[in-house]
Structure formats: structure tokens, C-alpha cells
């Protein structure tokens, strides 16, 4: 599937052609880079057995992340595609990381949402992005033609923005309905939410992968558009990831690129929606983070890697992650969390060549 291809169909965010890149199968984590000169970063599997592990947050210490799901039992006819029939369900949701006696433990935090997936459970698209601030959390789901879904609850929550709280969900604003109103790109109309930014102001920003845009929703829950990416290195932006700089600034990444053609970007977008600039030269990006002192945290979901570009000397360090998307650094602790074998479901996929991965997992980087 090309790049253009996957900016404009509502699931190509991250699955599409994931399973024909050659990221190695080994189930532990690995390590590699020196990142500050002290040694090589440390990895700790954190949490495990999760579902199509995407978007990451850090709130008060708590990590939360947002599962595309498993799909279900209810294969769409011919609805097959590069990796398989694909079957819905409501296995989509988010769970909450804690420290607990010095352990971490896994809490569902919200479950039930709509979800899509191969027959098992792999290259899900679901409840793609999560973002807490203060406790307030919001979601966004992903989008899909009506005529492809079930009708009603909780199938009406496709291509919104959701306020999230223990167990429940309700929508906050209709992201799709800007791609189909407004059509920002003035591509064909193609709609994704794929990640959500809460910002200090109470507004929150969307990034709407197939539109190639950025869509803002004010407190009162008004949403229109915000930044549109416009087109690079011969194929649409995509974006998929979205964090907040401690300039004040966002910066959003794209999935304009490939393990062996690292074009993709990170743009640096104004609190206004104005297009600053870009950072260039990775794979096709699935997360984004930024510290306080300005470092840049870029996962690599074809690429297998999280590479770190120092604020200071620009120089550039990477540690090897099996199909990472989220990634999100603690700005008390300076800890990095990224979610790793993102395309899998709690029981592993089959991939290229017939071997199962392992499960959906969240990996803490220490030192890099």
C-alpha cells in the first residue's frame, strides 16, 4: 500500500503495510544507542497482554493507553483486504499504568468501544488516541463508512472526539463532520482521527490522518479546522501524532515515509495552527513527545525504532522497539514510555512469513 494510498482511507493510519516490513521477531526488548554517554538505555516491559496498543499519556505519574481493540466476531463481507477479512466488535477502549508497591499494574479505565481488525485480532483500528491533562481525559475514535458498521450505541462514537472517565465515554464533538463539511486538504473526503492533544487552555487538537489536518475543538466543544499539512516528497502528510513543546508550540509527526525512504516529518505547528517549520529524515511516525528542555522523542512504527534528537546538538540516538506507535516522556522523572508490537492484539498476530508476534505491550526507557 503506498503512502498516498493510506492518507486517504479511514484505516491505514498505522496497519496497512505494517505486516510487510521486515521488523525482527524476537519477544524481549532490545536495546541499542548510547544516549547521554552514561550507557546504553535500559527497557522494562511495563504492562502486557494489551490490544493494538497506540497513543500513550502521562498524567501524574499514571501512563494511559489507548487499545484499538481486537475486533470481534462479525466479519464484514467482503471486506477483506492486504492483511485479511476484517471483523468488528466493542474491544477498543483505555487502560491505566500505576505504580502499586513498586510494581506497575493495569486497570481498565474505559472499555467497550468500537473496534476493527483481521480475523485475529491484529492491525486493529479503534480508540486510536488518548491525552490527560489534570485528570480530564479524551479519546478519539476512528471513522468508517456508516454503511460498513452497526447502527447505534456504541457505534455513533466513529470519527468523534470523547471525553473519557472510569467506564463511560460520551461525545464531545464530531471530528468527521469538519473533514466532510470543510474538506481542508481538498483531496477526496476521507476522514481518521487518530491522535488528541488536550491543551492548557481547555481546547483540544485532533489529528485527522486521512483529512491531512489538524482539527480544533474548543472547551464548548466546537470544532473546526486548524493546521492543513500540505503535501511532501511526492505523497500526502498523514499525520498521526501530536505533543506539546515547551515552547508552547505543537509538533506533529507524519507518516510520509518508509523504513529504507526516510521522508517522513515532524512540523512544527504555532498554538495558533500557522506552520512553523519541520524536523525531517525519519520513517513513517506513529508518536511524537517533547521534554521541557525541548528534546525530541520520534517513534518509527516501519522503521522499529524511537529515536531521540538532542535540543542542543541536534545529534540523534535510536533504540530498537518492535512496531512502536505512542510514545510519551514523564516530565517529572524524565522516564520514556512507548508502546511496543502495536499492530498485535493480548495474543500475539501472525505476521510476514507465518510467525505470531507477541502481545500488545508498553515498554519504560531508562537513560536515553
Known sequence: MSISSQGRR?????????????????????AAGDAHGTGKPVVEVIAAKLDNPRQLSVDHGHVYVAEAGRGGKKCLPGGGG?????????SAGVTKLYRDGGRWRQATFVAGLPSAATADGGFATGLDGVSVRDGRASGVMTWAPPSQVPKGKPWNTLGKLLDLDWGH???????????????????SVDSNPYAVLALPDGRRVVADAAGNDLVVVSPGGKAKP?????NHNGHEAVPTSIALGPDGNLYVGDLNGEATKPTARVWKVSPRGRILGWTSGFGSITGVAVTERGDLYVSQLFAGTVTRIDHATKKRTSVKV??????????????????AWSVADRDGTVMEGGKKSPGGQVWQILGF
Request: charged share 15%; aromatic share 8%.
Open 169 to 187: 465515554h460520551r461525545v464531545a464533538a464530531d471530528i468527521s463532520a469538519v473533514e466532510l463539511k470543510y474538506n481542508p486538504h481538498k483531496a
Open 226 to 230: 486548524f493546521t492543513v499539512f500540505p
Open 10 to 30: 479511514a484505516v491505514a493510519a498505522t496497519a496497512g503495510a505494517a505486516v510487510a516490513v521486515g521488523v525482527g521477531l524476537s519477544a524481549g526488548p532490545a
Open 322 to 339: 518492535p512496531f512502536p506507535a505512542g510514545v510519551a516522556v514523564d516530565p517529572w522523572d524524565k522516564k520514556v514510555y512507548v508502546s
Open 82 to 90: 492486504p492483511e485479511g477479512d476484517t471483523c468488528l466488535g466493542t
